[in-house]
């Protein structure tokens, strides 16, 4: 039996070439992560608990890249994740959460914590009689006032559809964040708020759909309520489907993209695969993306466990050789290995492990002596098996379940923004090295140099 050689990032280093790109500023970072989703940063944050939920999804996709929302968890609360990024960014919110007049107090308060904002308008069935906001009650130590006597009852409004521009004229000259917006019958049809339309004006890079908000992904396994899930995230808005299953060779994987391609017309990513063949039986079963990556992840066991999986870089190569935009998955520690996965043919990276230790991961900070560090964990650990069942009310089996992932504490290192600017630093400090203005021409341009062990010495590696 022949056996190939196969090579990752630290096994080589990209080579320069004559180049008339200065700048790294000057670069064009954009992608195509389907045919119809561009980022203008090629990074995703990983379908995992301790990775992504609503706070990662909100911050990647504001620097340009987008985040994966993971199934660990019932269906309902990770549409609610999609639904919290959705509401993030967007100038006409289209269904505001409103109130009536007969709400208390302390009832209002309540929503103002469950929901995360504190201006509610007021409606009659659905016309709109009032709005309440902090103004209204920050001061009252009386519970059991009603919205009813604490509203503003002259309210400053817009006709839906006013442009951006009108809208900060009116909320200017009324001295109000909150502008909603009514029909000639005062029928309650949206919100656009201040708040919004200063982060829409501050994030040019930001990832967003066509109603302007922000970009989100959302994962499924390939369970029996698979469908249900699509169907809840679906009706969240995800703008794509990532099919999380560390085996994407098994024949339910493509019958899964089938299913789903047939009844929505949505983007999907299905994974993981490592080879040539692996991706071009998701491409025919009409996947739009695929995930690579068998075992190259930082809380892997696949390969020590199973024996299974293809050095990284090398498995990249071969399976953007398919004709269909392919997600490194797994693997990436520093910017270095960010370029050599995109100019080895990746339209974009997935992200876990350097996500892990930020403000915007899941889960607390925890000290420990003196350092600060969070948890960080592969979804096939026995902790994260665990946790999954208790989340979806499921029985824990731990008898006959190997694990295929770890479990261990990363530094706590501030905002993952940092982060992600480091990452692409590097991806446009490369790019000038290979005379390249954008992806498609780094990819072109990029030749390999292998290192020996002295070479990986002085590389740093
Ligand atoms: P990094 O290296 O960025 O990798 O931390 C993140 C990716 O690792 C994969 N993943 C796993 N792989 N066992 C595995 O073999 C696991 O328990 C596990 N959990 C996550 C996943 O593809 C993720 O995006």
Redesign the pocket.
């Known amino acids: 039996m022949e056996i190939k050689n196969a090579v990752t990032f630290d096994d080589v280093l990209l080579v320069p070439r004559v180049s008339k790109v200065y700048s790294r500023k000057s670069v064009d970072t954009s992608t195509h992560i389907t045919d119809s989703l561009k980022l203008n940063v090629p990074i995703l944050s ?3 608990d301790t ?1 992504t939920e609503s706070s990662m999804a909100i911050a990647v996709a504001k620097a340009g890249g987008v985040g994966v929302i993971h199934r660990f968890n019932t269906i309902e609360a990770e549409a609610d994740e999609i639904t919290k990024v959705k509401r993030e960014q967007n100038i006409v919110i289209e269904k505001p959460y409103t109130v009536t007049k007969d709400y208390t107090l302390s009832r209002l308060l309540a929503l103002t914590t469950d929901k995360g904002v504190s201006s509610f308008p007021v409606v009659e069935g659905k016309k709109l009689v009032g709005m309440i906001t902090r103004r209204d009650f920050q001061f009252e130590e009386n519970g059991a006032k009603t919205v009813g006597e604490l509203m503003t009852k002259d309210v400053i409004t817009a006709t839906k559809g006013v442009s951006l521009d009108d809208a900060k004229l009116i909320m200017q000259k009324g001295k109000v964040d909150k502008l909603p917006l009514v029909d000639k019958n005062m029928t309650l049809l949206g919100m656009i708020t201040a708040r919004d339309i200063m982060l829409y004006d501050g994030y040019s890079n930001a990832s967003k759909d066509r109603k302007g908000r922000l970009m989100v992904g959302a994962s499924i396994g390939i369970g029996s309520d698979y469908m249900d899930r699509v169907i809840g995230l679906v009706k969240a808005e995800a703008d794509f489907i990532v099919i ?1 299953v ?1 085996n994407g060779y098994l024949e339910k994987v493509a019958d899964t993209v089938k299913e789903i391609k047939k009844r929505f017309d949505i983007g999907v990513i299905a ?2 695969v490592a080879t040539k063949d692996g991706v071009l039986n998701l491409k025919r079963a009409g996947a739009d993306a695929i ?1 690579v ?11 020590p ?1 199973a024996g299974v999986g293809y050095p990284q870089l090398s498995a990249i190569m071969e399976c953007s050789r398919a004709g269909i935009p392919v997600i490194a ?5 520093k910017s270095a290995d960010l370029s050599k996965a995109i100019a080895g043919g990746a339209a974009a990276a ?7 230790g930020t403000d915007e991961s899941p889960g607390a900070i925890v000290t420990k002596e003196n350092k600060n560090y969070k948890f ?6 026995v902790n ?1 098996y665990s946790d999954r069942a208790v989340r979806i009310d499921e029985a824990v089996d731990l008898e006959g379940y190997t ?4 479990e261990r504490l990363v530094l706590y290192n501030g905002s993952v923004v940092k982060i992600i600017n480091n990452l692409v630093g590097g991806l446009r400090s490369a790019m000038t090295y290979l005379n390249s203005r954008n992806l498609k021409e780094f990819r072109k341009n990029a030749r390999f140099v292998g290192l020996t062990e002295a070479g990986k010495k002085e590389s740093k590696y």
């Open positions: 990983s379908n995992m990775v999380d560390a994974g993981n995930k990556g068998i075992g190259p992840g930082g809380a892997c066991l696949t390969r466990v998955d797994g693997g990436i520690k997935m992200i876990g492990g350097m996500f892990a960080y964990r592969g979804m096939a650990s994260a694990p295929e992932g770890t």
